[in-house]
T-cell receptor, first 114, second 112 residues
Framework: QKEVEQDPGPLSVPEGAIVSLNCTYSNSAFQYFMWYRQYSRKGPELLMYTYSSGNKEDGRFTAQVDKSSKYISLFIRDSQPSDSATYLCAMSVAGGTSYGKLTFGQGTILTVHP | KAGVTQTPRYLIKTRGQQVTLSCSPISGHRSVSWYQQTPGQGLQFLFEYFSETQRNKGNFPGRFSGRQFSNSRSEMNVSTLELGDSALYLC???????????FGPGTRLTVT
């Protein structure tokens, strides 16, 4: 079983829709939670990172973490065609011997059509 | 501020050869992590360097190695290439908060 599970989709929504992307994890040592966006033939781009349970908002993006359920989400409001990309969740343990290591989900392919 | 740069962007090699990939981190970032991305396995952690020292290593064979220079630039080397090494190789840099990583565009390696 993978440490991080992410629904690969694909997900297709109309412009203006609210998008919900989700990941579950099994390693309770994960303390930092990140969302990346990757366009075709590009490297992943960091969208947001969170530490504690709860919500964090940045423009049209809201990241939600529920550590008790080992579940994280990314919500995109008023989705745009330019949001079409693969979205990756990533997690890391704090310190110890886990320096520099992010554990990624498989990625969800999102298409927003006009 | 310039982002993470990787060279070359594309590479075609033959089985059995070796390859060296280069990564220049964002100015001021001292940590460099390397990842392999494939359709089947996704993004997998290879290793991390900080101040010229490897601090962490993923579950990859010894054919995969790396190093970091005093200016924080990093290289990774793959020896005795196999067909399964075909992948997008990504490097990412960060300051002290290594969970806040910024990725380069990657090097697309094809092994024939």
């Amino acid at each position: 079983q993978k440490e991080v599970e992410q629904d690969p989709g694909p997900l297709s929504v109309p412009e203006g829709a609210i998008v919900s992307l989700n990941c579950t994890y099994s390693n309770s040592a994960f303390q930092y939670f990140m969302w990346y966006r990757q366009y075709s033939r590009k490297g992943p781009e960091l969208l947001m990172y969170t530490y504690s349970s709860g919500n964090k908002e940045d423009g049209r993006f809201t990241a939600q973490v529920d550590k008790s359920s080992k579940y994280i989400s990314l919500f995109i409001r008023d989705s745009q065609p330019s949001d079409s990309a693969t979205y990756l969740c990533a997690m890391s343990v704090a310190g110890g011997t886990s320096y520099g290591k992010l554990t990624f989900g498989q990625g969800t392919i999102l298409t927003v059509h006009p | 501020k310039a982002g993470v740069t990787q060279t070359p962007r594309y590479l075609i090699k033959t089985r059995g050869q070796q390859v060296t990939l280069s990564c220049s981190p964002i100015s001021g970032h001292r940590s460099v992590s390397w990842y392999q991305q494939t359709p089947g396995q996704g993004l997998q952690f290879l290793f991390e360097y900080f101040s010229e020292t490897q601090r962490n290593k993923g579950n990859f064979p010894g054919r995969f190695s790396g190093r970091q220079f005093s200016n924080s630039r990093s290289e990774m080397n793959v020896s005795t290439l196999e067909l399964g090494d075909s992948a997008l190789y990504l490097c990412a840099s960060s300051r002290e908060r290594y969970y806040e990583q910024y990725f380069g565009p990657g090097t697309r390696l094809t092994v024939t």
